[in-house]
C-alpha cells in the first residue's frame, strides 16, 4: 500500500482514507461471519489499524519540508494505549493513542501529529489523543487514576522505540512499585466511577457488554491488578503467578470470548459504537445462535441466561480477586490486629469482616452446621465474611443437596430472624451455593430471565435485592416500616420473600408453583404447620395486594371484604403489606412510585381495619365525617351560601355527587381544593390547573369543566397530552352528579429531562382547553405533530401479544376492561376513542405503565350508567377493542397511524 502524500486530501483523498477503514471493518465483519473466533477478529482490526495508523503518521511527516522531516521521526513517539494498546479492538471503537514528545524548542513532531490527527478524523476514525512529555506522563498518571489505567496498556506503534520502553519503565517503577498498594485501589476506583449513581449488578436485563458489572471492564480491572502484582497484564500471568486458580483462568478465557463476540456482533450490526445488549438485540441474537424454546422458556430468556452466567462468572471472579489484592500490606494489617478480637478462639472479629485463619477454615467449613454458625456469628456482629472465608466455603459445600439436621434448620431460621445485615448474609449465602444447599430450588432461579419491561433483573437478582429492600424497612420512617417492626415472626415473612418468585420459569402460574414449593422448603427447615400455611399463603397472594391496590376500586365492599377474607388475620395481612412493597420496589429504579405507595398503605389500613372487626360502612362513614370537616375548615364558602346550614348542605351535595373511590382515595386537602374550584367555576369555564412534582419528575394535570353531550373529555384530553409528547402514567376520572368534570392526569414530559418549566405546563394546559372548548375539532391534536412514532423501535421490544380482558365480577356497578398493550404514543387516545364509539362511558380509569408495556383498567357503564351483564355484548365490546388496537399496532409498525 502506498503512502498518503498529499498536503490537504481533496475528495478522491477522503474517499480513499475513508475507503481503508472500511474495508478493514468489510475484511473483519467476512471474517466474523465465517465463524473465525471473536477473539482472533478483535486482533486482526488492531493489526489492521495499527499498519493504517502507522501510514498516515508517516504520511504527515512526509508532508512537513524535507529538513523537518527527520527532526519530527526523532522527537516523538506513537504509543496505542488503553484500548488500543490492548491490542483487541471492536469495529467502531475510539483509537486511543499517546504521543510522547522528547520536548524542545523544535515543533515538527507536534506539526506532524496535527496532521496525522487531522487524516484520523477525515478516515472517520474516533480518535482520543494527547501529546505529552514523559514527566507529564507520569506526574498526570500519579494524579488521574484514568489516566493511570490506560498506560498500563502502552504499546509501541511509531518511532524510536527506546521512547516507549522508557516510558514504560519509568511508569512501571514510580507509579505502580512504589506505590502499588494505592495504585490497586486507584485501579478499582477508576472502576467503579464508571457506574455513577446506579447500583451495579451483573444481572441488569439490557447490560452494557463493557462497562457493566461483569462486564468487559471487569477484565480489564483484572488486567491493571495483575500488571501491578506481577508486571505483565494477561491472563497467562494470572495462571503462572497463581493469581488465580486454573479453573476461574479458564472461565474468564470463556466469558472473555463470548462478550467479545457480542460486542463485535453488535457493533457490525449497528455500523456504529454499540456496547449495549437492547432487547431488539437479545431477540435477534438468540434466533442467530439458534437458542430454542422450551415448555416454560423462551430462545431469548435461554440466550439471556447463558449470557448472565458467563457476566456472573466473571464479576464472582474479579470481585474475589480484588478482595484478595486488596488485603492490607503485613505492617497494616498488624496495626489493624489492634482493633481485632477471637471468637470461639478461632474467628478473627475485625473491624470490617470477620476473618478465619488459613489454618483454622477447614474446622468452620467441614459440616453445613459449622457453615452456618459461621454466618450466625455475621449476623450477631453485624459483619460480612471475608473473601477467603467464603471462598473456603464455596469449596467445601457439597454439590449435591441432603437432608438437613434440626440442628442445621434451627441455625439457618435463627439467620433469617436477624434483620440489618440478612441482605448481605443471604448474598454471600447465594454467592458460595450455601443457600443452594439448603433450598435446592434456589438454584433454578440462577441467571433466569422473564423477558418483560417491567422488571430490570433476572429474578435470583430481584429476590436479592427484596431482601436487602426489607430489612432496610427497619429504620423507615412510614407505614411499611412501622409495620416491619411490628411483624413478630419475621423469619416466616423473609422466607415468603426469599421463595415469592421461585415458581418462575415453570409452564404454570409461578405463585401456585411457588406454594407449592414453599410447602416442601417450610418443613425442610423446621417450620411448624402454622408457619408453613401462612408462608404458603404469603407466597400464592403475593401479588394480589398490588393488583387490588393499583387496578381495581378497592372502595368496593364485596372486593375489600374478599381480599380481607382470603387473608385472614392482621398478621398476616402485615407481612403481605411489608411483602409486597419490598416486591415492587426490587423490581428497578423508580417503579416504587409516591402514588404506588400511597395506594398500598390506604389499602392496608382500610383491610387492617376490617380484620379489626369494623363493618365497611363504618368506614366510609367515619371517612366522609373527616373530609366534611376539613372541607367545611379549610375554604372560605361564597355569599350565597349565607348560612352554615346552606354551606353544609352545599358540601354534603356535592360530596354526595362524588364517588366513593374518588372519596376514599382523594387527601382530604386535595377534596377541599376541589371543591373551592366548583364553588367558583362558571356555567362555560374550563379550568386546567398543572403542576410539576419534584419527587416522581412528572406533572400533574387537573382539569375542571361543566360536561354537557358531545364534549369526550377523556377522550379528547388523551389526545392533546400524546400529541404534546406526554407520556401519562395515571388517570383519574370523576364526574359529579351535577355533572361537573374532575380529572386528573399524571404524566412524564418527553421533551423535558429535568425540570418541567412553568410555561411549557400552560402550554399544555392552554392547549387543553382550546381542545374541551371547541364543539367539533378537525382533527386529534397529535396529527399535527410528526414527532410522534418516529422514536424507539418500530415494534414492541418485548413482542409479548395484544390482550383485552372483561370483568364483570369484581364490581357491581360497573364492566371492568382490561387492557394489555405496547406503549405508544397515542395508545390511549385510541382506546379513550374506541370505547366512546362504542357508547361506552368511563367511569374510572387506572392507568398503569411499566417501561413499555401499559395494564391499564376502565370502570365503564353504558350510556345510561348501568352495569353491562349481556355476554354477547361484552364479546362485541371485547373485540372491537382488541380489533382496533390491532390495527393501531399495525399502522405505528408501519408508519402510518392516524386517529
Known amino acids: 500500500m502506498s503512502v498518503i502524500t498529499s498536503p490537504a486530501p481533496s475528495a478522491a483523498g477522503l474517499a480513499e482514507l475513508r475507503g481503508r477503514v472500511a474495508a478493514i471493518r468489510g475484511e473483519a465483519q467476512r471474517r466474523f461471519e465465517a465463524g473465525t473466533g471473536s477473539v482472533p477478529v478483535a486482533c486482526f482490526l488492531s493489526e489492521s489499524f495499527d499498519t493504517f495508523l502507522c501510514e498516515l503518521m508517516e504520511s504527515a ?3 512537513l519540508p524535507a529538513g523537518r522531516q527527520q527532526r519530527a521521526r526523532t522527537s516523538g513517539c506513537m ?6 494498546g490492548r491490542g483487541e479492538l471492536a469495529p467502531y471503537s475510539d483509537i486511543d493513542l499517546l504521543f510522547l514528545d522528547r520536548g524542545g524548542s523544535d515543533s515538527a513532531f507536534r506539526d506532524a501529529v496535527t496532521r496525522m490527527a487531522q487524516s484520523c478524523w477525515d478516515a472517520g476514525i474516533e480518535l482520543g489523543h494527547s501529546v505529552r512529555r514523559l514527566r507529564d506522563c ?5 494524579q488521574d487514576k484514568q489516566i493511570a489505567t490506560t498506560l498500563v496498556e502502552a504499546r509501541h506503534l511509531w518511532g524510536p522505540e527506546e521512547f516507549t520502553r522508557k516510558l514504560k519503565q519509568t511508569f512501571r517503577s514510580r507509579v505502580v512499585k512504589t506505590r502499588k498498594r494505592a495504585f490497586i485501589n486507584d485501579c478499582v476506583t477508576a472502576r467503579t466511577e464508571e457506574w455513577g449513581e446506579a447500583r451495579p449488578t451483573a444481572l441488569e436485563l439490557t447490560p452494557d457488554v463493557k462497562t457493566s458489572l461483569g462486564g468487559l471492564r471487569d477484565l480489564h480491572l483484572i488486567r491493571w491488578i495483575t500488571f501491578a502484582v506481577c508486571g505483565h497484564p494477561d491472563l497467562e500471568s494470572l495462571r503462572l503467578h497463581g493469581l488465580l486458580p486454573p479453573e476461574d483462568v479458564r472461565r474468564l478465557r470463556i466469558a472473555r470470548e463470548y462478550l467479545t463476540r457480542i460486542r463485535l456482533n453488535l457493533h457490525f450490526h449497528a455500523g456504529r459504537a454499540q456496547d449495549v445488549l437492547t432487547r431488539e438485540d437479545q431477540l435477534r441474537l438468540a434466533e442467530e445462535d439458534g437458542f430454542e424454546a422450551s415448555i416454560a422458556l423462551r430462545p431469548v430468556e435461554q440466550f439471556m441466561r447463558y449470557h448472565f452466567q458467563q457476566s456472573s462468572a466473571i464479576a464472582e471472579i474479579t470481585r474475589r480477586f480484588v478482595a484478595l489484592q486488596q488485603r492490607p500490606h503485613l505492617v497494616n494489617r498488624a496495626v489493624a490486629s489492634f482493633g481485632t478480637h477471637r471468637s470461639d478462639g478461632i474467628m478473627l472479629i475485625r473491624p470490617r469482616e470477620i476473618d478465619i485463619a488459613p489454618r483454622h477454615r477447614g474446622l ?23 473473601a477467603e472465608v467464603i471462598e473456603a466455603v464455596k469449596q467445601a459445600v457439597p454439590q449435591e443437596s441432603g437432608p438437613l439436621t434440626a440442628t442445621e434448620a434451627s441455625l439457618f431460621r435463627d439467620i433469617l430472624k436477624s434483620v440489618s445485615m440478612l441482605g448481605p448474609i443471604l448474598r454471600q449465602m447465594f454467592d458460595c451455593r450455601l443457600l443452594d444447599y439448603l433450598i435446592p430450588q434456589v438454584a433454578h432461579t440462577r441467571c433466569l430471565l422473564q423477558f418483560n419491561q417491567y422488571h430490570s433483573y433476572t429474578v435470583d437478582e430481584h429476590t436479592l435485592l427484596a431482601m436487602e429492600t426489607m430489612s432496610s424497612f427497619e429504620a423507615v420512617d412510614g407505614p411499611v416500616g412501622s409495620a416491619y417492626r411490628h411483624v413478630p415472626q419475621k423469619d416466616v415473612l423473609h422466607l415468603a420473600l426469599l421463595l415469592h418468585d421461585i415458581g418462575k420459569g415453570f409452564e404454570e402460574d409461578h405463585c401456585e408453583i411457588g406454594r407449592r414449593i414453599a410447602e416442601v422448603v417450610a418443613p425442610r427447615l423446621g417450620f411448624s404447620d402454622d408457619q408453613r400455611d401462612q408462608i404458603m399463603l404469603l407466597v400464592k397472594m403475593h401479588l394480589e395486594m398490588a393488583d387490588l391496590a393499583m387496578r381495581k376500586d378497592f372502595t368496593e365492599e364485596r372486593l375489600l371484604v374478599e381480599f380481607v377474607r382470603a387473608v385472614g388475620t392482621p398478621d398476616t395481612l402485615r407481612m403481605l403489606y411489608v411483602l409486597t412493597v419490598a416486591d415492587i420496589t426490587a423490581v428497578g429504579p423508580g417503579v416504587f412510585t409516591e402514588w404506588k405507595a400511597d ?15 369494623k363493618r365497611h360502612s363504618h368506614l366510609e362513614e367515619k371517612r366522609l365525617k373527616e373530609v366534611k370537616q376539613h372541607v367545611a375548615q379549610a375554604i372560605v364558602p361564597l355569599d350565597s351560601h349565607h348560612n352554615e346550614a346552606s354551606w353544609q348542605q352545599w358540601i354534603d351535595k356535592q360530596l354526595d355527587g362524588f364517588s366513593a373511590y374518588y372519596l376514599t382515595c382523594t387527601p382530604p386537602h386535595r377534596i377541599a381544593a376541589d371543591l373551592d374550584v366548583i364553588q367558583h367555576l362558571q356555567a362555560d369555564e374550563c379550568r386546567v390547573d398543572g403542576v410539576y412534582d419534584q419527587l416522581t419528575k412528572t406533572v400533574i394535570f387537573r382539569i375542571f369543566m361543566r360536561d354537557t353531550p358531545g364534549s369526550y373529555c377523556f377522550q379528547r384530553i388523551t389526545g392533546v397530552l400524546a400529541s404534546m409528547r406526554m407520556n401519562i402514567f395515571s388517570a383519574e376520572i370523576n364526574t359529579t352528579s351535577d355533572g361537573i368534570v374532575v380529572d386528573q392526569f399524571r404524566v412524564e414530559d418527553q421533551d423535558f429531562s429535568g425540570d418541567v418549566p412553568t410555561h411549557r405546563i400552560q402550554e399544555v394546559g392552554a392547549a387543553i382547553r382550546r381542545v374541551l372548548r371547541a364543539e367539533n375539532p378537525p382533527e386529534p391534536v397529535f396529527r399535527r405533530n410528526r414527532r410522534i412514532g418516529l422514536n424507539g423501535p418500530k415494534g414492541p421490544v418485548a413482542d409479548l401479544p395484544l390482550r383485552v380482558d372483561i370483568d364483570k365480577e369484581s364490581s357491581d356497578s360497573r364492566t371492568i376492561i382490561n387492557v394489555f398493550a405496547y406503549d405508544r404514543p397515542g395508545l390511549l387516545y385510541t382506546i379513550a376513542k374506541t370505547l366512546h364509539e362504542l357508547e361506552l362511558s368511563i367511569d374510572l380509569a387506572k392507568i398503569d405503565t411499566h417501561f413499555d408495556q401499559v395494564m391499564d383498567a376502565f370502570y365503564v357503564t353504558d350510556i345510561a350508567g348501568k352495569k353491562i351483564h349481556d ?6 365490546i371485547r373485540e372491537t377493542i382488541l380489533t382496533r388496537l390491532q390495527e393501531f399496532e399495525q399502522e405505528h409498525r408501519a408508519g402510518t397511524f392516524s386517529s
Open 61 to 63: 511527516v512526509l508532508q
Open 79 to 84: 504509543i496505542a494505549v488503553g484500548g488500543t
Open 138 to 142: 507520569i506526574n498526570l498518571a500519579k
Open 364 to 386: 468452620v467449613t467441614h459440616s453445613i452446621e459449622s457453615m452456618l454458625r459461621l454466618f450466625k456469628a455475621s449476623a450477631l456482629y453485624g459483619l460480612p465474611l471475608s
Open 599 to 613: 395506594l398500598l398503605s390506604d389499602l392496608y389500613d382500610r383491610a387492617m381495619l376490617l380484620l379489626s372487626g
Open 871 to 876: 355476554d354477547g355484548h361484552l364479546k362485541h
